[in-house]
């Protein structure tokens, strides 16, 4: 269900190296949510680092949403840099394995497979 590759990079060069991989992929991020950021600034005690990408090929996402107009909610996908124990790692839920309970569609499971490959791509070259 998940990908998560190591990384030796500091975190913020993992995050700058995944935001280059997106864009070589002719993927964009759409935002990143520095979630132990907003977390801290709640007054919350969060000693881990994580930053979530969403990231979008739109001509893919054109193809899942007129498939199922309801998979808007799952879109657009993520890829997360965080650190767990002084561990960076960068990972993201599989695709394929996310949207297969929400559609039997053949072509949708070709167009997730195809998006999860990519990204697989992303996240080795990133890290």
Known sequence: MYYI????????QACEDLSKA????????LHIHDLGQTLRSKG?????????????NPGQ????LAIDINLNM????????????GQVKIGMIKPQAMLAP??????????AADVEQQIIKM????K
């Open 5 to 12: 590759a190591d990384t030796n990079k500091p975190f913020d």
């Open 22 to 29: 997106v864009a070589d992929h002719k993927f964009g991020v």
């Open 44 to 56: 919350f005690d969060f000693s881990e680092q994580c930053r979530v990408f969403e990231v979008c």
């Open 61 to 64: 996402a054109s193809k899942v």
């Open 74 to 85: 799952a879109l657009p996908c993520r890829i997360s840099v965080f650190s767990e124990n």
């Open 102 to 111: 929400l559609s039997n569609e053949a072509a949708l499971s070709e167009i």
């Open 123 to 126: 996240i080795e070259q990133a």
